[in-house]
């Protein structure tokens, strides 16, 4: 191959190989191409499409609503830091400890309210893939 070394060039967003160096876009991702500007580089033995889409990494977030409302109900408001909600199951705690003071029956129907908001967010967090401030009108 030292004789009949090719170049390739490749999408500067995606990453992947140009087959046609007339092309204007990029027939995976849609990127213009602006073929004076973009890398050439050797070519090399890739059989793994992986390889090339190794910076795609995706994270997500997602809660179990039920693990989120277990955490609320029997260890004091710990879902809503479980959801990422850190000042709001700070403000719960300081709640709770003052209504545990002042009646233990708003106690727990404060701590009832708490589990129900910890599972409704936790499930709006997994339907949304992590997304907490995720609003679709946006």
Not at 96 to 106: D, F, H
């Amino acid at each position: 191959m030292m004789g009949n070394e090719t170049t390739s060039i490749f999408c500067s967003k995606c990453g992947i190989k140009i087959k046609n160096r007339e092309n204007k876009f990029c027939s995976y991702c849609g990127n213009e191409l602006n073929i004076s500007k973009e890398k050439v580089a050797e070519e090399k033995n890739i059989n793994d499409d992986k390889d090339m889409h190794q910076n795609n990494v995706v994270v997500r977030y997602d809660k179990n609503p039920s693990v989120a409302a277990i955490l609320t109900f029997f260890l004091f408001c710990l879902g809503q830091f479980y959801n990422g909600q850190i000042l709001k199951g700070i403000t719960f705690v300081v709640i709770l400890i003052i209504l545990i003071y002042i009646n233990i029956i708003l106690a727990l129907l404060f701590l009832i309210y708490a589990t129900y908001d910890a599972y409704k967010n936790a499930k709006y967090i997994k339907e949304n893939h992590g997304n907490y401030f995720y609003n679709e009108g946006i």
